[in-house]
């Protein structure tokens, strides 16, 4: 119960919440498994919309229907698996890096207290994703870019370029940032203004990064 409690406290005193599982060896566990929970329910309501993206596509390709309702259902089955691996590896994966961060500010973090950081960091982003999908699914949507929950929602086109970047600015994206800094600066006992500008930068180098290819 304990634990549990913590997966509600990080979000009105993430501060308090860090300090107290700085030490626990098992707190990343339970944000771990409700992010994975939230990633399989988020994936589960989009299919719907998954499908339709999928049965065009083979229509376009002259697939037969043996063939097509054999794609569908791998194609459901993948998603799901997929959903449920690369949310627990995404969190594994950004606790090396931020203990990479951690040697380049010379912190004293070890790396399942960062793998905790992001277990718990990445709790606003599922949230983000469940509430789009529940957009999605009780709206009159007829693609998965229909609903947007970040500032790209205002945008009408959504191949453009303004739509892209505007979905970068997300309140639940921006949570998830704040929270990887007040985090990350606990667990390597160095000040947020330090660990801060490493994270923000990184984030916009990625988020730019991304723009160019796309």
Known sequence: ???????????????????????SKAAWIIPLAVTMLLSIVTVFLQLSLMEKDIVDKLLEQQTDPATMDAVIRISQISGIIMAFLMSAAGIFLMGLLLLLLNLVVRGSAKYMQLVTVAAFAALPTSINGLLTSLMLKFTDAQSLNDVSLSLGAFVSDKASLMYRVLSFINPFGIWGIIMYVVGAAIMMGRPRKVVGKWIIGAWLIISVGSLLIL
């Open 1 to 23: 119960m304990k634990w549990l409690k913590n997966v509600f406290t990080i979000f009105v005193s993430p501060v308090e919440t860090f300090q107290r599982v700085k030490e």
